[in-house]
């Protein structure tokens, strides 16, 4: 279903969920067990030059996230898995609403939608 940044493999899938990162669903009862749209964010020290760097390093998987060193999320893929729902818009809803969740857990934090 991820068509910009693929998961591979074990490995990229850990970068998705491991210690500072983020993995959001939007789902339907109607379709229990299947996402509709799914958003990777990345929780960083400051905002990144390179999307390529945010999607290939990540922190190991006992590392503990010191909220203090947070301070920007990057949504940095987004997919719809359905494509019969292209042009809904779902995608909006959902990043809408994690900015409002990430924003409330932490004052001042920066978003950015890459």
């Not at 990162?21 to 789902?27: D, H, I, L, S, V």
């Not at 030059?49 to 290939?56: E, F, L, T």
């Not at 292209?86 to 924003?103: A, D, H, P, S, T």
Request: with cysteine.
């Amino acid at each position: 279903c991820e068509a910009v940044h693929p998961i591979r493999n074990w490995t990229d899938l850990k970068r998705r969920v491991g210690p500072y990162r983020r993995c959001y669903a939007f789902t339907h009862a109607a379709m229990p067990g299947e996402p509709l749209v799914v958003l990777h964010v990345a929780l960083t020290e400051d905002i990144s030059d390179n999307i390529q760097s945010i999607v290939r390093e990540f922190a190991t998987l006992d590392a503990e996230e010191d909220i203090n060193k947070i301070n920007s999320a990057i949504f940095y893929s987004i997919s719809s898995t359905q494509t019969g729902l292209q042009g809904v818009e779902l995608g909006n809803y959902l990043i809408k609403r994690v900015v409002r969740e990430l924003q409330v857990g932490k004052r001042g934090l920066q978003v950015l939608l890459c």
